[in-house]
T-cell receptor, first 114, second 114 residues
Framework: AQSVAQPEDQVNVAEGNPLTVKCTYS??????LFWYVQYPNRGLQFLLK??????LVKGSYGFEAEFNKSQTSFHLKKPSALVSDSALYFC????????????FGSGTQLTVLP | KAGVTQTPRYLIKTRGQQVTLSCSPI?????VSWYQQTPGQGLQFLFE???????NKGNFPGRFSGRQFSNSRSEMNVSTLELGDSALYLC?????????????FGPGTRLTVL
């Protein structure tokens, strides 16, 4: 079985500061990892994915994520946070070659303070 | 391209009734997945359809069913509604071919069961 842990329900950061949203995963075989963002009363928007290759993945809106196989982590980062980044962030995983459903973490509410 | 659309956006039903939700995927996408989002359980996979066939199924009771039409549009049906079925139901589409395509989500249907 595959699982995702987002250890922080809430992350607060000042505007202009770097932000990190943590994610660890468990999966059999090679992982496919995704980050999505959800704004109030909206569906999920895709930010970035890791399939293979470089451990640092760049995505939309200046976000990036670092894949660390030994620590089974896939933390989301941004060098300089914006107030408009405030939203609910989800990490998701599926195993390569397996059924295509995503297993999501519980979500992390990011608040960027002006 | 137009995004994933879901109708209706909001629904209020009473216990024991049934409900049908609709999802139109991005043009050219053949895979449609359904997820249930609740505050307590988070995002949970319901099922996936590809080329009118259910390809994967999550761990939900048989009251939850779905289908996909030849134009890739999908419907989800919940019979004998229970209070616990109140949730945001999200539909996601992807090309369904290859192994690594991300899913694109619709805005969701907010179902309230009274």
């Amino acid at each position: 079985a595959q699982s995702v842990a987002q250890p922080e329900d809430q992350v607060n950061v000042a505007e202009g500061n770097p932000l990190t949203v943590k994610c660890t995963y468990s999966v059999s075989g090679n992982p496919y990892l995704f980050w999505y963002v959800q704004y109030p009363n909206r569906g999920l928007q895709f930010l970035l994915k890791y399939i293979t290759g470089d451990n640092l993945v760049k995505g939309s809106y200046g976000f990036e994520a670092e894949f660390n196989k030994s620590q089974t982590s896939f933390h989301l980062k941004k060098p300089s946070a914006l107030v408009s980044d405030s939203a609910l962030y989800f990490c998701a995983v599926r195993a390569s070659g397996s059924a295509r459903q995503l297993t999501f973490g519980s979500g992390t509410q990011l608040t960027v303070l002006p | 391209k137009a995004g994933v659309t879901q109708t209706p956006r909001y629904l209020i039903k009473t216990r024991g009734q049934q409900v049908t939700l609709s999802c139109s995927p991005i043009s050219g996408h053949r895979s449609v997945s359904w997820y249930q989002q609740t505050p307590g359980q988070g995002l949970q996979f319901l099922f996936e359809y590809f080329s009118e066939t259910q390809r994967n199924k999550g761990n939900f009771p048989g009251r939850f069913s779905g289908r996909q039409f030849s134009n890739s549009r999908s419907e989800m049906n919940v019979s004998t509604l229970e209070l616990g079925d109140s949730a945001l139901y999200l539909c996601a589409s992807s090309s369904g071919q290859g192994d690594v395509n991300e899913q694109f989500f619709g805005p969701g249907t907010r179902l309230t069961v009274l």
